[in-house]
């Protein structure tokens, strides 16, 4: 009987405690993550750039690891290392967002790709990369996933690139 007790106590304590720790807010990448601090080069907070004229926005590593786990999770299928699978020819290279019609290499520029994807020129839209509306993706989460892929362009091995041995 004591036994018995001692296992409704234990398993009514479960009940209470478990949902209570899993439903805690847990934090998200506190140091952020081995591959931003080792390959995207940061450890302290990186500037880049938001627009065309050169105003720039400090982004931490854990911004970027925030960033990091939106582009895989939402665009890795199509860009692998950076590389776009539907088109080949134009990747996720630091030259080719600078190439395209308007420049997709800050911040500002990639967010309003990614919330009304273009062909390359600019001229149409294309059904390659998927809408990402304000819905779906809040501002802040779209601008730390964009500064992922441009740091990412700028300083990780072989991103966007045929040779992995750069």
């Not at 450890?43 to 854990?62: I, K, N, W």
Request: net charge negative; glycine share 6%.
């Amino acid at each position: 009987m004591l036994h018995r007790s001692v296992f409704l106590c234990f398993l009514l304590g479960m009940l209470i405690i478990l949902p209570l720790l899993l439903l805690a807010p847990q934090p998200v990448l506190a140091a952020g993550d081995s591959y931003v601090t080792r390959y995207l080069k940061v450890s302290e907070p990186v500037a880049l750039e938001l627009d065309t004229e050169g105003h720039t926005r400090l982004f931490s590593a854990q911004d970027l690891s925030v960033g990091k786990v939106l582009f895989e999770q939402n665009c890795m299928n199509c860009h692998v290392g950076g590389a776009t699978l539907p088109d080949p020819m134009i990747s996720l290279s630091l030259a080719d967002l600078q190439g395209a019609t308007p420049p997709r290499s800050n911040i500002n520029g990639l967010v309003s790709y990614l919330r009304e994807p273009m062909t390359y020129d600019g001229s149409e839209e294309t059904f390659w990369c998927r809408q990402v509306p304000e819905s779906w993706m809040p501002q802040t989460e779209v601008e730390n996933l964009a500064a992922f892929v441009i740091r990412a362009a700028q300083k990780a091995p072989g991103w966007g690139v045929d040779n992995f041995e750069s």
